[in-house]
């Protein structure tokens, strides 16, 4: 520990402390602007020079090292003067337009100018002027309020991954740019907005809607992704203008991604539904709560009556909330049925006759940075599936030496140096780890699990691939082996539950090994497990509720086109049921067609509700906004539903109460991703032989694409991340079907049996060879069918 | 030429900068010398040190006790980096020791390299010196084919690799952090110190930044012994120093000179004033460093204390001599618009302040100065002064503020009359196209 | 390929003069060489240069837009840069800048309707005691520039 005095008081600090460092101990304010404390250090702006004791020179605090006795002054003449010197040259070129500059109210240079500036310009020559630029449908720019502090490239450097801005010219024509007028792409991009101590950068969709003192700011958390940020809501007469990062250090840091930020703006889309409506005659007519709860209880009380309970099945959205998904799943079993599932893109489900609790991240996302040295990263699209997750491995990966290495059919750049990677096929992800299981077997000197021992592969097997999987691994300490979304998609998803189990005991120390988890696709992907929102040991799961059509449904907050592993048989089973009761923000297209009961819910903003985090963080939060009509939270729905069905257990007060109900206790506890033996399978889906011109579908859900509320929000579908489906292929798979890239091609899903779609050609090397990627979740590409399978291309 | 010259000593132009020349001269003796005997990398730095050398870029930071910063136990490469970014205005000696004498340069570095331990280096060229940059490529592989450099230079253990890389205009790379970030591909920003470059260099290795009149001298310090290097000059001043003498002088050129060589003598070498005019003033080390007017240089000898008891600064050597017909409003705003033309854009006060200074300059030349534009002046660049993160802001300020203090009536006399002191004709008459009889 | 392979020879041996993985540190020297054989230096230039040394395009830009003799524009087929600076100016240098755009009937940052000149005003060249001095397509130097000089010159760069 280092001893310093700042202005008088005495702080210790430990060594390789900065006197901005020390001062943040002590209390005490230096002003900055391009210091922050999670990016590199510029000490450039000047701002925070201040006098130490000995030094000729005034020194800035947030570059200047601690040492043993350093006496340093904040507020001296000599700090205050060069402090003041420095304000001046930043205000001479800087615009006095505050009063239209939407920083204004947050600016820190408006802030600081009050202390340190001076009352009148000295500088009487004329003012640079930079012309704006261009950054995309999320990010404004004011180009002659910037300072150069250059937060934002830094940003984009060290935080997004990916230099996307720049500071070129030099001198006084410097300038914040990107390369020639490139949007700002990053899924995270908007963080730059935060990091602007000034009005240069702004949020676009923001813009001009209010001023910053006008808002007031509410928690909340994030709807979106696992991960679960931690967010701040602004409102101004209870409308939602702004979301801005509350600050979690042991989770999203200052940080949150784009979807995270901008998808407030579906809150106010026309598609909003905003009262109880009823299919009658064929069209859509508004009603009462009161006749459409009672239209939806008589609907599922008369089908029970006629077909039984079990003709009855409730497909939930895993982006729902614990409370939602509980007094859901009471409903449905309160009726005697025990069809139940919010896992709707999955497709093999024999692993839950075999689990041992709910899956998850199996660690805290803090201990990425301080607890891992290798990690495996299995059928994920991490960097759009988990974009702060991707971010926190992408900082272990550049400054703690975290090896990354992925398995997958798909090996689009996550901004993450990869150490190893084995692209394959969907049908070959199974044999791909049970090769590295028997290569880190031998480079680990363990031995395989006796069960699994019979199925290792022959010694082919095991490529160059799939041996630095394996080296990379062993070297490792403290390691961590991930699912992602796509393993948890898979036709053998339980397979690859066992394998990666059996990675993670042979990889990292001693007999447990490393730590097993999945990444997670929705906001309560552990939620609902905890809610137990499954099918009980009778009960039909997502994806047998839509193959074997039932008579009635009930789905709460599904948009079943989009957010099932089969987008045309969850329609047609929806199509061909007698009654189809939907509890939906929007009403869609493909809800309006199939419901005949719409029940307006509440968005994350408009109840309180809780979502059970990756690593098993459950986070209540409140109502930030009033809701617009007659929308209501679901967890109100639900419980006056099941009074109305005159069920037993609806009788609580409040969410709490409901929450009370499935994470009394220690819920974390019910954290488990143990699996029992799975016996191999070859699924249906994958041809025994490859056949000329079918290929395995490789389904990616676009980020902004992932749920019903990004896809409602305007500003989000502009972004590069919303761009038109295409076909993804390989070069050599694409000369295999002697296509061209850039032709447009007839697609259909082997299985789907309809016309197919149209899609562009776009070569990918990323791509794994005899593969075919396909965003799904996107009305283009509905109709291929199941997110899993074959498709089979045609020249038009 | 003075009779004492080491590095320009023996040339013939553009015919004898080979090897085989050096060789003539001398040359590659120290440094086989140094291979033979194994000498110890602590007697050589203790030879530069006792050789009084310091350093020729600017700042005459001792030689010998830099190269002692370097760390001994490091594992994997350090490097050394020679400074021939020439481009502070007046300095024009590294082009010629380059363009005649490359090899004193390479054996300097490998001789640094040798003393540091250092695994490789890169001679950084001023990119408007091409010629010179492809001439030293040229060197350097004369110097590989003969086994000086590369592995087992000279058939012992001891192995250095050497490159040149070239500017592309950006006086700032003179900076030397901001010379490492150009080796490194990247614009050239000069990095906060600490950490410096002897402990995070080039690709944050472990780095020695030397001028390449410095390494130049290395041979002739190890071949004539640090103490008789140090007796040519002064105490504190050792050895010879290669002075650029510019403006209005006969035969402008580059003289080298024992340190503490009166003033008056350079300027009589250089032929005297131009047209029989009188000198008027003197920048005595390249653009920054602050004017002194004549009747203080005449009395000034030519080393670092004497120059800088004076009020200014020995720099680079490069002197910029004026006759009576230069108006020093006009010089001062040439140089301004340089410093301001030449600012990296890193840091607020020199980005914002160097062009606010070029504007009040160029408005009192143009007749528009206002009362208070003086001490408008002198405050802003009091203000940039010290407050910057590498010395440019300081080298835009120095120069502004001698010029305010030794010739402030001139600039009093623009404001009030709105014109020169010294009449249009005169300075035209001063200016023209001159070129020495000899050249 | 925008660049022929004998350039692209030129960037390997440039590249080698880096440890590896340090490739970057030949940027310099690549898009030096990309404009001497393209003229100027285009954003598409640019950017395959940023591909051929694995470096973020915005980044090969910082540098190009940094450095003041590379050209983001199109120039003449003769660059000329004249140095202005004090030392050159005390010798001339300003008068021989005039001198030339007299001839070429152009100023400063100008390229003439024939598209063979442009003229540029340089900063130090680091060869002030060769006042007056000048570039010729960033790599000749061209010293000690009186008005005759600079007519042979210009007469030498008129029949290329």
Redesign the interface.
């Given at each position: 520990m280092l001893e310093i005095e700042i202005d008088g008081k005495a702080v210790r600090v430990p060594g390789g402390s900065t006197v901005m460092d020390a001062a943040a101990v002590a209390g005490v304010y230096i002003p900055h602007f391009c210091y922050h404390k999670k990016l590199s250090?510029?000490?450039?702006?000047?701002?925070c020079?201040v006098q130490v004791e000995k030094a000729?020179?005034?020194l800035?605090a947030c570059?200047t090292?601690v040492t043993d006795g350093m006496k340093v002054w904040t507020r001296s003449e000599a700090a205050v003067k060069?402090q003041q010197?420095?304000m001046?040259?930043?205000l001479?070129?800087h615009p006095l337009d505050c009063p239209i500059c939407d920083q204004g109210g947050e600016c820190q240079l408006q802030d600081l100018s009050v202390g340190y500036g001076g009352a009148q310009s000295?500088?009487?020559?004329e003012k640079r002027v930079v012309f704006n630029k261009n950054f995309g449908p999320l990010v404004a720019s004011d180009a002659t309020r910037c300072?150069?502090c250059t937060r934002c490239v830094r940003f984009t450097t060290e935080i997004g991954g990916?230099?996307?801005?720049?500071?070129?010219?030099?001198?006084?024509?410097?300038e914040i740019?990107?390369?020639?007028e490139r949007t700002i792409d990053s899924e995270l991009s908007g963080n730059i907005i935060d990091l602007c101590p000034v009005g240069a950068l702004t949020s676009k969709p923001f813009r001009f809607s209010a001023r910053a003192w006008e808002l007031s700011r509410r928690r909340s958390v994030s709807p979106h992704d696992a991960f679960g940020a931690n967010l701040i809501v602004q409102t101004k007469h209870d409308v939602v203008k702004r979301v801005l990062p509350f600050a979690n250090e042991e989770l999203n840091e200052c940080w949150i991604s784009d979807k995270d930020r901008f998808s407030y703006e579906a809150l106010s889309s026309g598609e909003r539904l905003t009262q109880p409506m009823i299919r009658r005659d064929d069209t859509w007519q508004p009603v009462s709560w009161q006749a459409a709860l009672a239209l939806a209880a008589g609907c599922l009380r008369d089908v029970i009556q006629d077909h039984g309970a079990a003709a009855l099945g409730a497909l939930a959205s895993p982006h729902a909330t614990v409370e939602e998904l509980h007094l859901l799943q009471k409903l449905v079993r309160g009726l005697g049925s025990e069809n139940i599932d919010a896992r709707l893109r999955q497709r093999d489900f024999r692993a839950d006759a075999l689990r041992a609790g709910a899956p998850w991240l199996g660690m805290a996302v803090a201990d990425i940075h301080d607890h891992l040295d290798r990690l495996l990263v299995i059928g994920s699209f991490l960097r759009k599936d988990a974009p702060l997750l991707a971010q926190k491995v992408r900082h272990s990966a550049h400054r703690h030496g975290l090896q990354v290495s992925a398995i997958g059919p798909s090996g689009e750049d996550w901004l993450i140096p990869i150490t190893a990677r084995a692209l394959v096929a969907p049908s070959a992800m199974v044999a791909t780890l049970a090769a590295v299981a028997a290569a880190l077997a031998e480079e680990s000197g363990k031995a395989i699990s006796e069960t699994l021992a019979a199925r290792l592969p022959d010694k082919d097997a095991l490529t160059e691939d799939v041996r630095a999987i394996a080296r990379s691994l062993a070297s490792g300490e403290k390691v961590a082996v991930w699912l992602g979304n796509l393993a948890v998609q898979h036709a053998q998803a339980a397979e690859l539950h066992l394998w990666a189990q059996e990675i993670a005991r042979l990889a990292g120390e001693g007999q447990a090994g490393g730590r097993l988890g999945f990444i997670g696709e929705a906001a309560n992907s552990v939620g609902l497990y905890l809610a137990h929102a499954l099918p009980g040991a009778q009960g039909l799961n997502a994806w047998t509720m839509i193959t074997a059509p039932r008579k009635a449904y009930v789905l709460l907050g599904v948009e079943p086109d989009l957010d099932c592993a089969d987008g045309v048989a969850a329609m047609a089973a929806l199509a061909q049921a007698q009654r189809v009761v939907a509890l939906a923000t929007f009403a869609s297209p493909a809800l309006r067609e199939v419901a005949d009961v719409l029940l307006p819910l509440a968005p994350f903003t408009e109840t309180s509700g809780t979502y059970v985090n990756c690593e098993g963080r459950a986070q209540s939060f409140n109502a930030v906004a009033v809701a617009p009509g007659e929308v209501r939270p679901g967890w109100k729905v639900l419980r006056v539903l099941g009074n109305l069905l005159g069920l037993a257990g609806f009788e609580q007060e409040s969410s709490q109460a409901v929450c009370e109900e499935v994470l009394g206790g220690d819920f974390r506890a019910r954290l488990n991703n143990v699996i029992g033996d799975v016996p191999p399978s070859t699924p249906r889906s994958f041809s025994a032989t490859p056949v000329p011109g079918v290929l395995q579908r490789v389904a990616d859900i676009p980020i902004h694409f992932a749920d019903p509320l990004v896809r409602h929000a305007p500003a989000l579908q502009k972004t590069a991340d919303a761009a038109a489906p295409v076909l993804r292929l390989s070069r050599n798979t694409l000369d295999s079907l002697g296509l061209k890239a850039g032709e447009t091609v007839r697609v259909k899903g082997a299985d789907a049996g309809v016309a197919g779609v149209e899609l562009q050609l776009v070569v990918d090397e990323t791509v794994a060879h005899g593969c075919a990627r396909v965003a799904a979740a996107h009305p283009d590409t509905v109709a291929l069918g199941p997110l899993t399978g074959e498709l089979i291309v045609e020249r038009i | 030429m003075s009779a004492h010259a080491l590095i320009l000593a023996g040339l013939d132009g553009d015919r004898t900068w080979r090897l085989q020349d050096y060789v003539a001269r001398g040359g590659y003796a120290a440094l086989k010398k140094i291979v033979a005997e194994k000498t110890p990398p602590d007697a050589i730095i203790a030879e530069l040190k006792a050789s009084g050398l310091r350093g020729r870029g600017g700042a005459g930071f001792p030689t010998g006790l830099k190269w002692s910063f370097m760390p001994r136990a490091f594992p994997g490469d350090k490097y050394l980096a020679c400074n021939s970014d020439e481009g502070e205005p007046g300095t024009f000696k590294d082009r010629d020791i380059l363009r005649y004498n490359p090899h004193a340069v390479i054996e300097g570095m490998i001789i640094g390299a040798w003393a540091m331990g250092c695994t490789r280096g890169y001679n950084y060229i001023h990119g408007e010196i091409f010629e010179i940059y492809r001439r030293f490529e040229e060197a350097l592989a004369e110097a590989r084919a003969a086994g000086l450099l590369g592995r087992n230079i000279l058939g012992s253990d001891f192995s250095f690799e050497l490159f040149a890389h070239h500017g592309y205009g950006?006086y700032?790379c003179g900076e030397e952090t901001a010379l490492l970030e150009s080796i490194e591909g990247k614009?050239g920003q000069p990095r906060?110190k600490?950490p410096f470059p002897a402990s995070f260099g080039i690709y944050g290795k472990p780095t020695t930044i030397n001028n390449t009149e410095t390494f130049a001298s290395v041979p002739f310090i190890l071949g004539m012994g640090g103490e008789a290097f140090l007796n040519l000059g002064k105490p504190n001043n050792g050895g010879t120093k290669i002075f650029s003498i510019s403006g209005h002088v006969n035969r402008p050129g580059n003289y080298e000179l024992n340190l503490g060589t009166p003033f008056a003598e350079l300027l009589e070498l250089a032929g005297g004033i131009r047209g029989g005019r009188k000198l008027k003033a003197v920048i005595p080390g390249g653009s920054s460093s602050p004017v002194l007017p004549a009747n203080i240089i005449m009395d000034c000898t030519l080393d670092y204390d004497a120059i800088s008891k004076a009020g200014s600064m020995l720099g680079s050597g490069a002197v910029i001599v004026m006759d009576e017909s230069t108006c020093m409003v006009k010089a001062l705003e040439r140089l301004s618009y340089f410093y301001?033309?030449?600012?990296?854009?890193?840091?607020?006060?020199c980005?914002?302040?160097?062009?606010?200074l070029y504007?009040?300059v160029h408005?009192i030349e143009h007749g528009l100065g206002?009362p208070g534009d003086v001490d408008?002046l002198k405050?802003v660049a009091?203000?940039i002064m010290?407050?910057?993160?590498c010395a440019l802001g300081d080298a835009a300020a120095m120069p502004v503020q001698g010029f305010v203090k030794h010739f402030g009536d001139e600039f009093a006399y623009h404001i009030e009359h709105k014109q020169c002191l010294v009449p249009r004709g005169v300075q035209d008459a001063g200016s023209q196209i001159y070129v020495s009889p000899s050249c | 390929m925008i660049l022929t392979p004998e350039t692209l020879q030129e960037f390997d041996r440039e590249i080698a003069k880096y440890p590896a993985g340090e490739q970057r540190s030949a940027v310099m020297a690549c898009l030096a060489l990309a404009q001497r054989e393209l003229g100027w230096l285009s954003?598409e230039t640019?950017?395959f240069v940023a591909n051929y040394l694995g470096m973020?395009?915005?980044?090969a830009?910082?540098v190009a837009?940094?450095y003041n003799m590379y050209d983001l524009a199109p120039v003449g087929r003769h660059k000329i840069t004249v140095c202005t600076n004090l030392p050159c100016a005390l010798s001339g240098g300003v008068h021989a800048a005039e001198y030339l755009k007299k001839k070429l009937g152009i100023g400063f940052d100008e390229t003439t309707p024939d598209g063979k000149f442009t003229l540029k005003e340089g900063e130090c060249m680091g060869a002030c005691g060769d006042a007056p001095v000048l570039l010729h397509n960033n790599h000749r130097m061209c010293s000690f520039m009186t008005k005759e000089r600079i007519d042979q010159l210009l007469a030498e760069l008129e029949k290329q």
């Open positions: 250090i510029a000490a450039s702006c000047r701002m020079l000729p020179k005034p800035p570059a090292p060069a010197g420095v001046e040259f930043l001479i070129n000295r500088y009487a020559e300072i150069n990916l230099m996307e801005l720049g500071q070129a010219f030099r001198g006084e024509r410097a740019m990107s390369f020639v | 950006a700032i614009k906060f600490p301001h033309e030449e600012s990296c854009g890193q840091c607020t006060p980005r914002e302040g160097t062009g606010w504007r009040v408005r206002r408008l405050s009091g203000n010290g407050r910057t993160i | 954003p640019i950017e973020a395009p915005i980044a830009w910082e837009s940094f």
